[in-house]
């Protein structure tokens, strides 16, 4: 599986970005697709997953601000950020798993987020 994600940029503290990630193959042969990000000297961090049957799951510093959401009929997965703070700089990524028939982990090129203060 190919992940393209776009979106990235830069925005001021308190506003909003949306980013997409555009995948080779039918979303719904897909078991879980992420975003996840890493800032300057940290370790990547799951943002925003979603399984194939729709359940979200969020970091507790996103809650209430980043949205996963999907289009099947475009194989693309998309993450609205609201109310971007300066610690939400970071490169994120968007990861795809599948579990049949071999368990495998699909990383895309990442895309650059800056929130200035």
């Known amino acids: 599986v190919q992940l393209q994600a776009s979106g990235g940029g830069l925005v001021q503290a308190g506003g909003s970005l949306g980013l997409s990630c555009s995948a080779s193959r039918s979303l719904l042969r897909i078991n879980t697709i992420s975003w996840y990000r890493q800032a300057a000297g940290k370790q990547r961090e799951m943002v925003a997953s979603?399984?194939?049957?729709?359940?979200?799951n969020y970091a507790d510093s996103v809650k209430g601000r980043f949205a996963i959401s999907r289009d099947n009929a475009k194989n693309t997965v998309y993450l609205q950020m609201n109310n971007l703070a300066p610690e939400d700089t970071a490169v994120y990524y968007c990861?795809?798993?599948?579990?049949?028939?071999?368990?495998?982990?699909?990383w895309g090129q990442g895309t650059l987020v800056t929130v200035s203060s």
């Open positions: 990861y795809a798993r599948i579990l049949l028939p071999t368990k495998s982990e699909f």
């Open positions: 979603m399984t194939g049957l729709g359940v979200t």
